[in-house]
């Protein structure tokens, strides 16, 4: 979320509960607060319809005066699909553990490699604006509803 953020923000370095990596996040309380709720719901979601696998889709966004009709339009300048696939292997001896947990934070250390590669070499599509707060455009956050399945 920080590498969109855009506006005058100040970078929180955060360590991983799970793996030896450290991220950045927002120093924004309210986008915190947001993330941190919309993750704990598709936790939730998965939990309660036992799925094994789920998207959760962060999008950004410009409002534009709609023609000839009242109010505005969403208009999606970058979304962010995050496939999530979870595996429970409960009776794994310590060694395999261990592999499979060095196997899991390479492949999550290479994704965020390549989200950050991604998202400062391509910037040519976010809207021009004056930035006067930290995070000028307006995002969403998407999880699967009871309905869907992923």
């Known amino acids: ?23 950045v996040k927002c120093n924004e309380p309210s986008v915190d607060a947001t993330l941190e709720r ?34 505005t339009d969403k208009v999606y300048w970058e979304k962010w699909l995050i496939n999530i696939v979870v595996r429970r292997e409960d009776n794994l001896d310590p060694a395999d553990r261990a592999r ?20 400062v070499e391509k910037k040519e599509h976010i809207p021009l604006r004056s930035i006067t707060e930290a995070v000028p455009f307006p995002y969403e956050i998407t999880i699967p509803t009871s309905t869907e399945s992923w």
């Open 100 to 119: 499979k947990v060095a196997n899991l934070e390479a492949k999550l250390r290479a994704a965020v490699s390549q989200i950050l590669h991604t998202v």
């Open 38 to 71: 919309d993750i704990e719901n598709f936790c939730r979601w998965l939990e309660k319809y036992h799925a094994c696998k789920g998207q959760i889709c962060l999008a950004f966004y410009d409002k534009s005066a709609k023609k000839f009709l009242l109010g």
């Open 1 to 23: 979320m920080f590498a969109r953020a855009l506006g005058n923000i100040q970078p929180k370095e955060v360590d991983s509960e799970l793996f030896d990596l450290t991220y």
